[in-house]
């Protein structure tokens, strides 16, 4: 059965820092592209990053570039987030997702429960 | 990036067909993907690629594609699939990924 569990999240001033991970079980994650999508309270889905099956390519949503790093370790089969410089703005449950497509094209097959992440002072 | 434009709001009278739209330009090169969210719950797929069900998706949700739009179409409507409904694609630069902002369907 594929699994993918969310750690992580929690409340943190705004300005500072937070690392979410998600344990993947169930399948051969080294074979599949990750995604992460968060959602705000109240809001919709929105795509905050994604990475290739070995880790050596990954992209960002422009709202998130340059403060958030996406990073993958096979070997333990786990998914995670950096994030920094954090915003109010950022507050939202954190999804990681499996993307069932080949190249990365976004067909998230399976997701995690999520993690939430508050950034208030 | 590009964008995908959903209507906020569609109701269907239960056993009765309803189409949900998604559009924006990088539909013209790349097909959507379609999720089912209910309150307090992650995302469903529903629908990938040209017209795909993942397992354990009822036959009675399809996806079609026409120039910049892409549908959603539930034939038969169900109490159970009041939801709200997201379309995802590639963006175009082919680099990003990016949501439409939902439909939340209402079954009367």
């Known amino acids: 059965e594929v699994q993918l569990v969310e750690s992580g999240g929690g409340l943190v001033q705004p300005g500072g820092s937070l690392r979410l991970s998600c344990e993947a079980s169930?399948?051969?994650?080294?074979?599949?592209?990750m995604h992460w999508v968060r959602q705000a309270p109240g809001k919709g889905l929105v795509w905050v990053s994604r990475i290739n099956s070995d880790g050596s390519s990954t992209s960002y949503a422009d709202s998130v570039k340059g403060r958030f790093t996406i990073s993958r370790d096979n070997a333990k089969n786990t998914l995670n987030l950096q994030m920094n410089s954090l915003r109010a703005e950022d507050t939202a449950v954190y999804y990681c997702?499996?993307?069932?497509?080949?190249?990365?094209?976004?067909?998230?097959?399976?997701w995690g429960q999520g993690t939430l992440v508050t950034v208030s002072s | 990036s590009s964008e995908l434009t959903q209507d906020p709001a569609v109701s269907v009278a239960l056993g009765q067909t309803v189409r949900i739209t998604c559009q924006g330009d990088s539909l013209r090169s790349y097909y959507a993907s379609w999720y089912q969210q209910k309150p307090g719950q992650a995302p469903i797929l529903v629908i990938y690629?040209?017209?795909n069900r993942p397992s354990g998706i009822p036959d009675r949700f399809s996806g079609s594609s026409s120039g910049n739009t892409a549908s959603l179409t539930i034939t038969g409507a169900q109490a159970e699939d009041e939801a709200d409904y997201y379309c995802?694609?590639?963006?175009?630069?082919?680099?990003?990924?990016?949501f439409g902002g939902g439909t939340k369907l209402t079954v009367l």
């Open positions: 995802n694609s590639r963006d175009s630069s082919a680099n990003h990924v990016v």
């Open positions: 690629g040209k017209n």
């Open positions: 169930g399948f051969t994650f080294s074979s599949y592209w």
């Open positions: 997702a499996r993307d069932l497509a080949s190249d990365g094209s976004g067909y998230l097959d399976y």
